[in-house]
């Protein structure tokens, strides 16, 4: 791999790891591997924490859902796998999280600038 091709992935899975760990639209995906708790925050509201399951199956994907690195790890390998052995299919899904990656980073940082 070239350092171009290394870019698009890394962006590709920058993108596909934001999606699985943070994105409201994968929310039902995550929810039968955490329990939520609710405690009163200092200034008198209730807050919900998701917190991962406990043993098992489910414990292992909450822990692993609940870290962008590890999840981070995983998106890697099965997007370059992917890459590598049905390029036919995973090029365009490379290209299309990595153009997705570089929207997010743009409008991230216009909000940024917008509030400064």
Known sequence: ?????????GLAVFRMTHLI??????ESLRSPFFDEVTEMGENG????FLV????GLKGFMGELLSCYWCTGIWVAL????G???LPL????IITVLAVAG?????EAAVQSWIRE
Do not use: H, R, W
């Open 1 to 9: 791999m070239d350092i171009f091709e290394i870019i698009i992935l």
């Open 45 to 48: 509201v209730e807050e919900i």
């Open 78 to 81: 099965f997007l370059y796998a």
């Open 52 to 55: 991962p399951k406990q043993g």
């Open 83 to 85: 890459n590598i052995f």
């Open 89 to 92: 299919i995973f090029v365009p």
């Open 102 to 106: 570089i929207a997010s980073i743009v």
């Open 21 to 26: 760990v943070f994105d409201k639209i994968t």
